[in-house]
């Protein structure tokens, strides 16, 4: 069991390695990082309409 002292110290130490991970997976998956962003869009156009069609009957 950690102390609140030893968390604070790993938090601040260890504080920039997720932003390192996730720049780095930014820059690794660039090239499908479009096409990702156009599939979570059609998903919730999709959804949306789903929702709605029940309203039109």
């Known amino acids: 069991m950690r102390t609140k002292g030893q ?3 790993k938090t601040l130490t260890g504080g920039t390695h997720m932003l390192t991970q996730i720049k780095t997976t930014l820059n690794r998956s660039q090239s499908t990082l ?3 962003a156009a599939g979570a869009v059609a998903l919730v156009v999709i959804l949306m309409v789903a929702l709605h069609l029940p309203g039109t009957y």
Do not use: N
């Open 7 to 9: 968390q604070r110290i």
């Open 34 to 36: 479009l096409q990702d």
